[in-house]
């Protein structure tokens, strides 16, 4: 089983570009949350897709964007790049939910795409 | 959301236990208590969660204080392959929402 898996594993983009980063979720998973992690701090929330739909989200601004395929792969995009997006980008997945109920499961993160925005 | 509150940073020298604290004093009766750990130039990894009762597996064990306002991490014997940062969580469960919320964790460095 690969587990998660993210790529690129490294991006250099411009300032005022778009990015589009991707994640491929562990075998049996079908919901993939993203995170931010700047240097020195913990990850924040983006946001979570589930059944294709974005299903709970972060403090984040209309510019990340996502989006989950049929295949429970999912992608982040960012427009508009500033600066401060420069981070550590994850992904992790969770195992399928139960109808109606949340089930109290683990994530399992990649390894993150780190974007350097210049 | 429910805060938690870690020590910046431990040391501890190899082959001992280490005890990792966490405050998290509003905490709701449904919240579960997850420790994640991040590997240097890794995504976090889950290590264990509860609710009340403690908790033991491969990796660690989970003291939960009787009033659940905070928890301890055990690591029974501390090897330089355990220090990372490590993540005390406290984890909701109404349907649709699922979000991790990380605070900046404790710092373990094993002293060999």
């Known amino acids: 089983d690969a587990g998660v898996t993210q790529s690129p594993t490294h991006l250099i983009k411009t300032r005022g570009q778009q990015v589009t980063l991707r994640c491929s979720p562990k075998?049996?998973?079908?919901?993939v949350s993203w995170y931010q992690q700047a240097l020195g701090q913990g990850p924040q929330f983006i946001f979570q897709y589930y059944e294709e739909e974005e299903r709970q989200r972060g403090n984040f601004p209309d510019r990340f964007s996502g989006h989950q395929f049929p295949n429970y792969s999912s992608e982040l995009n960012v427009n508009a790049l500033l600066l401060g997006d420069s981070a550590l980008y994850l992904c992790a997945s969770s195992p399928i939910w139960g109808r109606g109920f949340v089930r109290n499961t683990e994530a399992f993160f990649g390894q993150g795409t780190r974007l350097t925005v210049v | 959301d429910a805060k938690t509150t870690q020590p910046n940073s431990m040391e501890s020298n190899e082959e001992e236990p280490v005890h990792l604290p966490c405050n998290h004093s509003t905490i709701s009766g449904t919240d579960y208590i997850h420790w994640y750990r991040q590997l240097p130039s890794q995504g976090p990894e889950y290590v264990i969660h509860?609710?009340?009762s403690n908790v033991n597996n491969r990796m660690a064990s989970l003291a939960i204080a009787e009033d659940r306002k905070s928890s301890t991490l055990i690591l029974h014997r501390a090897t330089l392959r355990d220090a990372a940062v490590y993540y005390c969580i406290l984890k909701a469960t109404n349907f649709g929402n699922e979000k991790l919320t990380f605070g900046t964790g404790t710092r373990l460095t094993i002293i060999p």
């Open positions: 075998s049996g998973h079908d919901t």
């Open positions: 509860g609710l009340t």
